[in-house]
């Protein structure tokens, strides 16, 4: 038997599915294409899938994991870059002086999964939890700048930056905004990676731009690139 089939055909076309939808929201021809399932069978278990809260849709209607993922992962305890990143996210606070957050991608938004707030003083909270918009900010450039062409030119349609910024991204491993998600307010974000090397999240601080300034990066920058690859390296030797 193959080892990468369980001998259950439906099973095993399912968990193909979801692991395909693991690098991100894809449309019904899309999944078609990525899995080899054929059209009927894959519109099948990916609308049965749904049912169970394990696939969702994005705003443009692609499927995309589905919150229950989440809820099994938390159930088993295993998600463990939520473990990590408390604590980095508070060392991170306090070396810079700013609020820390870790967010994730989920379709056409961005979710804080983690915070450290600022302990006193003018601060920009973005409680656990939140929705923001994946068309602004340093965070949403990272989640997206390490994408295929097709994704990042579906992306920066009516985005605050461009292909080009998520070029120099891409570069120099970080990002920065000024005033971009939210007027007076500056951020500096950089990648986090699983261990099969994919952007799975963004570390990120943000604070009023009187504070961070125009050029955030060039101040903060390090920090943030440092405490996003101590968690990557966590993660590669889970």
Known sequence: MDKKNSGVGVLDKAVTILGTLESGPHS?????????????????LAVALEHHRL?????????????RSAELAAA??????????????????????????????????RICVAVAER????????????????QAGSAAQILLAWEDSEKIHRGVKNARFTAAHLAADRRRGWAQSVGEREAGVASVSAPVKGPNG???AAVSI?????????????????????????????????
């Open 28 to 44: 019904l021809a899309e999944l078609v294409a990525a899995t080899g399932i054929a059209r009927p069978t894959a519109h099948r």
């Open 55 to 67: 696939v969702t849709r994005d705003l443009q209607g692609r499927f995309v994991l589905g919150p």
């Open 76 to 109: 088993a305890g295993e998600d463990r870059l939520l473990a990590a990143a408390a604590p980095a996210l508070a060392a991170l606070r306090d070396a810079t002086g700013e609020s820390a957050q870790l967010y994730r991608r989920q379709g056409d938004i």
């Open 119 to 134: 302990l006193s003083g003018l601060r920009d909270s973005v409680p656990v939890g939140a929705s923001l918009t994946m």
């Open 198 to 200: 994919k952007v799975i």
């Open 206 to 238: 943000s604070g009023p731009i009187e504070r961070l300034g125009r050029q955030p990066g060039r101040v903060h920058a390090a920090a943030v690139v440092a405490t996003a690859a101590r968690l990557t390296e966590y993660l590669a030797k889970s």
